[in-house]
């Protein structure tokens, strides 16, 4: 197989994380003989340092030509004080919208041995494994946006929440889709007895429901889902919203794994393959350059490229076994330094964990090789 891969490493962390994230990448492709074509490109507040913006048209063009993207993280304080058009965040924004990135899939599973990880009581998160799938392209973030001043002098501001019958229903194929492969169970969250673009949500995905019999449907109004997360996790299988619900409910989703350190995710667009993958985390930039960054949801991200553009589930599976047997045999970063392990556990740096990873992987690599 031969593939273009962009890589954007972003600040703080993401340069770090991004180059692990690499490593895996080429490792799989010399063991499976594929050919990764792999170029980098800047983004966010090291593009804006360089050009002057967080997200160059060359770079942006590089990006439509790959066949997936892989990205480390942006922000950071030095530009917290930049206009809305001069913030790193800016180049996510403009990435979804031109590479059509409409789906953001964000699984949350609890590995037994960081149970005891989680904020939350261990009989409460033990087994849980849902999938939030956000809907990425509409609602507040690409609605009209816009202040001004009463007479009076008193500011004010607007940000315009569309959606459009076909946004939904292309997210709910997705949900309903993606549930199939699982437990068969989605959960449609929205703001129904309040908010008009939430009915039009809840009336549209049921519409699309009747073309999935087989797939339980559910809806939970936003506030009560925020608190059956903590709640009673257990219960969600697949859970559907929009754009900001999504943001908002997938961060909190996150910490029942001990850490967002942990949690990758795949925006994916309607044309077949293309995709963005990056880790949930941010640029973290109070440590970066000290070798603590976590970087295995940046490596299962890698696993999700595979799956969802190569179509290469076999080494996306191998990755992931990896991941969880490298927590299973103790190994941790400053993040889930706790959990509970046959033995000792042992705080390796990121690239420590890289090299752990990959020796498990090459494992199984090996045992796979011998059965057949």
């Known amino acids: 197989m031969k593939k273009k891969i962009m890589i954007l490493p972003g600040d703080g962390i993401g340069p770090e ?35 002057g913006e967080p997200l160059t048209d060359e770079v942006l063009q590089q990006c439509k030509d790959a066949d997936a993207v892989l990205l480390g993280a942006v922000g950071g ?5 930049n206009p809305g058009e001069l913030r790193p965040e800016k180049a996510l924004l403009k990435l979804r919208k ?6 953001n899939l ?3 599973e609890v590995l037994a041995p960081l149970a005891t ?5 261990k009989e409460i ?26 007479p009076g002098g008193e500011n004010w501001a607007v940000d315009e929440l569309i959606y459009s019958e076909h946004e939904v229903e292309r997210i709910a194929h997705v949900a309903f889709q993606t549930a199939r492969k699982r437990r068969n169970k989605v959960t449609s969250v929205d703001k129904a007895n309040v908010l008009e673009s939430s009915r039009l949500w809840r009336a549209t995905v049921e519409r699309v429901h009747t073309e999935y019999p087989d797939v339980e449907l559910e809806h939970m109004l ?9 709640r009673s996790p257990k219960q969600f299988d697949v859970v559907v919203t929009e754009n900001m619900f999504g943001d908002i409910l997938s961060d909190e989703a996150s910490v029942l794994a001990g850490s967002i350190g942990l949690m990758p995710s795949a925006s994916l667009s309607a044309s077949a393959g293309l995709g963005l993958y990056e880790s949930v985390h941010g640029s973290a930039p109070d440590i970066a350059g000290q070798e603590k960054a976590n970087p295995l949801a940046t490596i299962l ?10 179509d290469l589930n076999p080494e996306a599976q191998l990755i992931e076994k990896a991941v969880k047997q490298v927590i299973k045999d103790g190994y941790r970063t400053l993040d889930i330094g706790q959990g509970e392990t046959v033995g000792e556990t042992q705080v390796l740096g990121t690239t420590d964990m890289t090299d752990a990873v990959i020796s498990r992987l090459d494992q199984s690599i090996t045992q796979t090789e011998k059965v057949k």
């Open 77 to 81: 304080p030095k530009w917290d004080q």
């Open 125 to 150: 998160v033990a087994d849980v494994d849902l999938l939030v799938v956000r809907e990425l392209t509409g609602g507040l973030y690409f609605g009209k946006k816009e202040q001004g001043q009463t």
């Open 117 to 121: 990880a989680s904020p939350l009581k």
């Open 98 to 103: 031109e590479l059509g990135l409409f789906a």
């Open 106 to 108: 964000r699984p949350v």
């Open 222 to 230: 936003v506030d009560n889902a925020a608190m059956q997360l903590i």
């Open 301 to 310: 991200s890698v696993a999700m490229l595979l799956r969802h553009s190569f």
């Open 17 to 51: 994380v991004a180059q692990e994230g690499r490593r895996v990448l080429e490792h799989v492709g010399r063991h499976f003989g594929h050919s990764f074509e792999i170029n980098e490109g800047l983004i966010g507040g090291h593009s804006l340092d360089t050009y």
